[in-house]
């Protein structure tokens, strides 16, 4: 009996001081949200925009998105915590390429924005594409944005 006791009390200490593993990979991925991506709307230069108020975002979404959207509703960000980041790519010569954003990692002020572009194996449209990416990240002191092709 006093054997089965000590094996129930050993059972319950070992239960209840178990470890948890933490990936210190995942700790660095940080949450993002996809507000737009597409092959059209672009400006069809090389260029990231990064709105970190609630002003600047609101003028840019009206003036440039609501069009390509379809919508007049400005998205709803909490710029006390986040930030928006647009990515306009250099303009192609045909379509059917596409675009997914694959992770976001921050450390710091940089913020790197992983991404993958999948071309069309046969021939894809013919038609000048400007594509862009709108994604909304946890929000950082003087930022420092990279897109990086996965």
């Known amino acids: 009996m006093k054997i089965l006791n000590l094996l129930i009390l050993l059972l319950i200490t070992t239960s209840c001081s178990q470890t948890q593993n933490v990936d210190t990979k995942a700790a660095n991925r940080q949450h993002f949200e996809i507000l737009y991506l597409s092959e059209y709307g672009g400006?069809?230069?090389?260029?990231i925009e990064i709105f970190d108020d609630s002003e600047s975002f609101t003028n840019w979404w009206q003036t440039s998105m609501s069009d390509i959207t379809?919508?007049?509703?400005?998205?709803?960000?909490?710029?006390?915590?986040?930030?928006?980041?647009?990515?306009?790519?250099q303009s192609q010569r045909?379509?059917?390429?596409?675009?997914?954003?694959?992770?976001?990692?921050?450390?710091?002020?940089?913020?790197?924005?992983?991404?993958?572009?999948?071309?069309?194996?046969?021939?894809?449209?013919?038609?000048?594409?400007s594509p862009l990416m709108v994604v909304v990240v946890q929000k950082t002191e003087e930022p420092l944005v990279e897109f990086k092709l996965k």
């Open 94 to 129: 045909s379509g059917g390429t596409n675009y997914q954003i694959e992770s976001v990692q921050q450390a710091g002020n940089t913020t790197a924005i992983y991404y993958s572009a999948e071309s069309p194996e046969s021939i894809g449209t013919t038609a000048i594409t």
């Open 70 to 89: 379809g919508s007049t509703e400005t998205p709803k960000i909490d710029f006390q915590r986040e930030m928006v980041i647009a990515k306009h790519f």
């Open 43 to 47: 400006e069809g230069i090389e260029k």
